[in-house]
């Protein structure tokens, strides 16, 4: 997965409480991003940075928010859970050149009960 | 809003036939449109792209026609293999973002 990685893998918890999901890459990729994967949807953008503390609002941002301190860091937080934001949440990189090519993540499974 | 739109939503193939996936796009700013592969369990991956300027891209089994007047591009798998299951996604490119469309889970009937 192009020296990607995410954490927790998989993580359930209850409704109201705050969530934060870790992207870390090791290929000094400038662009980052945060995209949910639901049934139906596709993959839908909630983020995304374009360099250290550079973040802006994606297709479907409302409840999340994001933070990057360190260029190989990404960090998705729910402030709030929702059971609507029960889904599959994929970090991706890419590099300025071919924006067109991201490299995804294994995927967090979140289950807001 | 929904600037890429995909058919079919499921598709069967037999071993060896030909897989097509339709997609249609709204938005003339893209500058390129690429397909993911996503295999159950795994992220998405960059499996062939195209540049609005260009026809047809051919990498393999795996063609992609683009028709810019009708704003419409396809992927077409020949030959297609039991190892191609996968979902599918198409999807356009610009300013640094990415909007997919809403993917096409294939299965090849051996």
């Known amino acids: 997965d192009a020296g990607i990685t995410q954490s927790p893998r998989h993580k359930v918890t209850e409704t109201g409480t705050p969530v934060t999901l870790r992207c870390h890459q090791t290929e000094n990729h400038r662009y980052m991003y945060w995209y949910r994967q639901d049934p139906g949807h596709g993959l839908r953008l909630i983020h995304y940075s374009y360099g250290v503390k550079d973040t802006d609002k994606g297709e479907v941002s409302d409840g999340y928010s994001v933070s990057r301190s360190k260029t190989e860091d990404f960090l998705l937080t729910l402030e709030s859970a929702t059971s609507s934001q029960t889904s599959v949440y994929f970090c991706?990189?890419?590099?300025?050149?071919?924006?067109?090519?991201?490299?995804f993540g294994p995927g967090t499974r979140l289950t807001v009960t | 809003q929904q600037q890429v739109k995909q058919s079919p939503q499921s598709l069967i193939v037999q071993k060896g036939g030909i897989s097509i996936i339709n997609c249609a796009y709204e938005n003339t700013a893209f500058d390129y449109f690429p397909w993911y592969q996503q295999f159950p369990g795994k992220g998405p991956a960059l499996l062939i792209a195209?540049?609005?300027?260009?026809s047809e891209k051919k990498e393999g089994r795996f063609t992609i026609s683009f028709n810019k007047s009708a704003k419409q591009f396809s992927l077409h798998i020949m030959d297609s293999q039991p190892g191609d299951s996968a979902t599918y996604f198409c999807a356009g490119s610009s300013a640094s973002k990415i909007i997919f469309g809403s993917g096409t889970r294939l299965s090849i009937r051996p």
């Open positions: 991706a990189i890419s590099e300025l050149t071919r924006e067109y090519e991201q490299y």
């Open positions: 195209i540049r609005p300027d260009v």
